[in-house]
């Protein structure tokens, strides 16, 4: 929100289109309010989201209200050029119980400081009345916008109070899809994960999902499946386990695993794997010499740093924060639902070796080939 | 820094004294100007730290303006009566490669909202020009002080323009002791590490020390050292290892510790525990039955998930960020030395069990006790 739209707020008399008569910097608060629809959805119309579920008649009218006011999108160079707002809020409802949220924060900072803009960061631990409190002090500290991460990818309820100025969602999106949100791009991730085990002549790649339902319990099997399927391999539901996340999960997983005789297994994240790679170790099974093992995340302190180092994907967290100032700011369009998904790359270490030859068959006369 | 110290920094032609006429309110960087010393030495001699090094006539100058000017220390109560700034600034050296920073974050963050700031956070990853431009924004949005923080304990070179304003260091310290430290008391850290070892009956207990020269280094040691003579055991330099600060070096350092015959070990950090756990393993001990192992840190995704659960020490990050906000808003005070340690607690878990029984002794008839 610029000084302007923040005088406005505050009970300045004169009207939007008063106020347009002078030099004013004309908001999309100001467009929102003269076309009687939430910031969000003059945003989803300004970017040209198609798909976003905005009636043709609601359309029109914004498009009405930005030709009556002269609403120029490009915000960005507007505020640069008029010295307004130099904040961008960022609310997450977690910096504690992640080392994830800290990069998502650190792309967000990276990204808002090369445009001349400063974070006003606040954590909520998701608690409602301290959400209402952060975004209140961010509109009154006059934000260009506000970012709404998590800290782990999931469908979120968009605060109220967020309606008062633009926002962008990051790590979560809104299932009504009624507001833009920057996420990793989950299938893409699973699919990647899956085809560095196929790319070795895997076929009997088990998978151990997370028993959190989740954007990444889905998209992820749903990776897996469209790569396997791919490759010519059949899709077969006893290949795939629910575990909890973590440690414990992984290593519980490991018995009712291997009755399936897999030659690979995709964990669903790399605490899963560390855990798994226990289970193994107790069997006597070698990583990746008996069994190959993916993770996702690639998280700091764990993945490169277990006994084979892990092969994995990332989960882009920098590149989201810094790709949610990118949509805020107007530099990256979202896709038509809007929705901008980043790419999970594969980390490649050692986990993961060639799948066993096939057992030999013998031919008509009982010899082996060579 | 409150909006008058920000109006008299970009050229107020009134002066110190003519301004002390009206009601206004005497900051501490007006004492340091009246005085000719830095802000970070008024604030020194104001929190009474008599083992600072401040000469007795530099001492008697500070006052003197104290007295002069009118000064009142509590700025907080000022800062909140006068509507001055509500903004506190965190500089850090890397959001991005640890974990823990998020905590120095979240536990200043809290802190400061407790008392009606807002943070102001830029990560410099320790670039001499980024923290100069970070901390001069944040002198143009009139902060009220800054908190300068890294992502481990060490001595850190105070940057020049800290010295515009008040100022607590957090996680680093200044080794001309010129400057309010809020730093984990490592010594206390590794004393309490090592009566988790000898409360079970350990007498023969190794220690895994980091390569890295650090507070650390030479806190811990000196920590478990004071513990064992304490506790009537003789100190063995051959029992003392330095390795890598991560699992290769506590997996890697395993044959020649267990050429001593420890019955427990003390190792750096979790992540050492995490790679002597691998090492122990291979050679058939299990632990804590064969062997104890205490860690340091108590790492959010590592220490409550290894296999058995980590006993270990916390390093208290959230409480530092909220210690570096108190101090700063003179809240807490620093020990004489400008300094305020923060105790590292233990944290049980299943990794350390009781030590092996003396081996039995046969008395002068041959016969062992039962």
């Known amino acids: 929100m610029t000084s302007e739209e923040a005088a406005g707020r505050r009970g300045n008399a004169a009207g939007a289109s008063a106020r347009n008569k002078s030099s004013h910097y004309v908001t999309m608060r100001e467009v929102a309010e003269a076309a009687s629809v939430s910031v969000a959805t003059v945003s989803l119309v300004v970017n ?6 905005i009636s043709a008649e609601t359309r029109a009218r914004v498009h009405d209200a930005i030709r009556t006011l002269g609403y120029r999108p490009n915000a960005l160079a507007k505020t640069l050029v008029s010295g307004g707002s130099r904040f961008i809020g960022l609310v997450t409802d977690a ?41 209140s002090m961010m509109l009154e500290h006059q934000v260009r916008g506000v970012l709404y991460s998590t800290w782990y990818h999931r469908a979120a309820e968009v605060p109220k109070a967020l309606q008062e100025t633009d926002f962008v969602l990051v790590n979560c999106y809104s299932p009504a899809r009624d507001a833009r949100a920057v996420v990793p791009a989950e299938v893409q991730g699973g699919a990647n994960a899956t085809r560095l085990l196929l790319r070795e002549g895997h076929r009997r790649i088990a998978v151990v ?12 099997l749903r990776g897996y499946r469209e790569a396997i399927e791919e490759a010519g391999v059949a899709y077969e539901p006893s290949l795939v386990f629910d575990a909890r996340p973590d440690q414990e999960g992984g290593y519980g997983v490991a018995e009712e695993l291997l009755a399936q005789n897999p030659t690979a297994v995709f964990c669903h994240n790399d605490r899963v794997a560390m855990g798994l790679y226990d289970g193994l170790r107790e069997r006597g099974l070698s990583v990746p010499g008996d069994i190959a093992v993916v993770g996702f995340d690639n998280q700091e302190v764990i993945a490169a740093h277990l006994r084979p180092p892990l092969t994995t994907v990332a989960l882009p967290h920098y590149e ?42 013998s031919d008509a006369m009982g010899r082996r080939p060579l």
């Open 320 to 361: 989201l924060g810094a790709a949610g100032i990118q949509v805020l700011l107007g530099l990256a369009e979202t896709a038509g639902d809007g929705r901008l998904e980043i790419d999970c790359p594969a980390v490649e270490r050692a986990s993961v070796g060639p799948a066993p030859a096939p057992a030999p068959v």
């Open 209 to 220: 999902n997370t028993t959190t339902p989740s954007p990444a319990h889905d998209g992820r």
């Open 48 to 53: 040209n989201k198609p798909d976003a579920r």
């Open 95 to 135: 910096i504690a119980t992640t080392p994830f949220a800290g990069q998502i924060i650190h792309g967000a900072q990276d990204e808002a400081w090369k445009h001349g803009f400063v974070l006003l960061i606040a954590n909520t631990e998701g608690n409602e009345d301290a959400e209402r409190e952060a975004i």
